[in-house]
């Protein structure tokens, strides 16, 4: 059956009838779907999908505050739209939507932007569209246990495992659209990157100096020629630039913010987030994660604030170089940037799904001294979510929603990285990172010996 909306959009909506009529028919089209507790998502002007409530404080939060703007499809509701026909209402146990297991990711992500794309203005939504329509469309006629999104989201995650290229993924889309001409299937790997992009799945292209001088990015994203050495920003052809712009480095860049916001978009990560609070070792001897170092006791003395809210994240930060070609005779080096929450318990902080790749560096050659430069945009970053954090929504309460902070404790890295990230040289006659200016030592046949060691001993050790 069609739906009348129109009521959403009066404005003068506490002295309207049609409004009071709109939000009856909307409340009892809700009714069965409420969670267990009684409670479901209120879609007014201020909770924006955020919170939840139960039916009568529902209805008086949208008679007082009006219904959200944007909000077009009542996903949250029970209503199903078919990809042709008109809006129809699914039971609470119908419908492709109801199996598909994109439509709780979908939902996450839409929770997590809405109190920043909703606010203000109509249409908060429309970046969402080409999903939703990807989600309510069968993979193919007769098949409703995958959606197009669904199957695409899964071809994609095999891409990854087993190392496809991009070209024969764009041949793989061919045979199947040539062996099932009614496939719904976007045509290559651009147009599904470009949808997994709107998942939150997508990187920041940034260009670097030649000489890695500079970023291009900012108050430089506009100019040509590098700010410091004057090079050219593109490649060049016999002193021309060619027909398209190619830039000499591309630094790939993952923004953390929205990453960090979604551990808390499920309940299940969201508990976890505060293990580092309750999981402490009894035992004062013993240390299972950095919670029990004297590090981390140190650093909540100096930041009680930060420190007064256990969802404030920790972050550790990874770096190093490998050749991705795998043949050692090329010299290459690429530089992936990794950090790690330490927030999780020890059991899952380290696996592969934690870990959060941030930046990759370009190679040939090592970034050595000049890594800074390609380490602003986390900086930059890590900078705001100290001083300001972000608005996150956590799903382990209800009505959830705080300002999370985060900061970077430690660096995890060998010796040669930590010269590039600390800017203190791991080789010479100052060596120590821990004596700096003071370090001890002497040239011997040729090579730089160190000496002092027990000076660290207690003085009635019997060394």
């Known amino acids: 059956m069609t739906i009348d909306k129109s009521w959403t959009t009066i404005r003068r909506h506490g002295s309207s009838n049609e409004f009071w009529n709109g939000l009856q028919h909307f409340l009892q089209m809700a009714n069965p779907f409420v969670n267990d507790r009684g409670f479901i998502k209120c879609s007014c002007r201020r909770c924006l999908n955020n919170a939840s409530h139960q039916l009568e404080d529902l209805e008086s939060h949208i008679f007082r505050n009006g219904f959200m703007f944007g909000y077009n499809q009542w996903i949250h509701h029970g209503e199903l739209a078919t990809a042709n026909a008109g809006t129809t209402v699914a039971g609470p146990s119908g419908g492709i939507h109801e199996r598909d297991e994109m439509f709780d990711v979908l939902d996450d992500i839409i929770s997590e932007d809405a109190d920043e794309d909703a606010v203000g203005g109509p249409s908060s939504n429309e970046q969402y569209d080409d999903l939703f329509a990807a989600l309510r469309s069968e993979l193919y006629p007769g098949v409703s246990s995958f959606s197009s999104l669904n199957f695409l989201v899964k071809l994609m995650h095999l891409k990854v495992l087993n190392k496809w290229t991009n070209k024969s993924f764009d041949e793989l889309l061919k045979l199947l659209k040539l062996a099932f001409p009614k496939i719904d299937l976007v045509e290559s790997y651009y147009e599904a990157k470009k949808l997994m992009t709107k998942m939150g799945l997508g990187y920041r292209s940034i260009h670097v100096c030649k000489n890695d001088c500079a970023l291009f990015w900012k108050e430089n994203s506009l100019i040509d020629t590098c700010p410091v050495c004057s090079e050219s920003r593109w490649k060049l052809q016999s002193g021309k630039r060619s027909g398209k712009n190619v830039p000499h480095k591309v630094l790939r860049y993952f923004p953390v913010g929205p990453r960090l916001k979604r551990l808390f978009a499920t309940s299940k990560t969201a508990k976890l987030m505060r293990w ?130 985060a900061a970077l404790l430690w660096t995890v890295n060998d010796f040669p990285a930590r010269s590039s990230l600390s800017g203190w040289s791991g080789q010479g006659y100052r060596a120590c990172p821990t004596c700096n200016e003071d370090t001890p030592s002497m040239r011997v046949i040729g090579k730089t010996a160190y000496f002092g060691h027990r000076r660290f001993l207690p003085t009635n050790h019997h060394w």
Request: aromatic letters at 12%.
């Open 276 to 405: 580092h609070s309750t999981g402490k070792s009894k035992d004062n001897d013993v240390m299972r994660h950095p919670v029990d170092g004297k590090s981390w006791q140190e650093f909540d003395k100096w930041h009680p604030q930060f420190a007064g809210d256990v969802r404030n994240i920790r972050l550790g930060l990874a770096a190093d170089g490998f050749n991705p070609f795998g043949n050692m005779s090329l010299s290459y080096s690429m530089w992936p940037v990794v950090l790690t929450t330490y927030n999780l318990p020890p059991w899952i902080c380290m696996k592969a799904e934690y870990l959060m790749l941030s930046l990759l560096i370009p190679g040939p050659q090592s970034p050595g001294k000049d890594i800074d430069v390609f380490l602003r945009p986390l900086i930059d970053e890590l900078k705001e979510l100290w001083v300001h954090g972000l608005d996150t929504r956590d799903a382990a309460y209800e009505n959830g929603v705080f300002r999370m902070r």
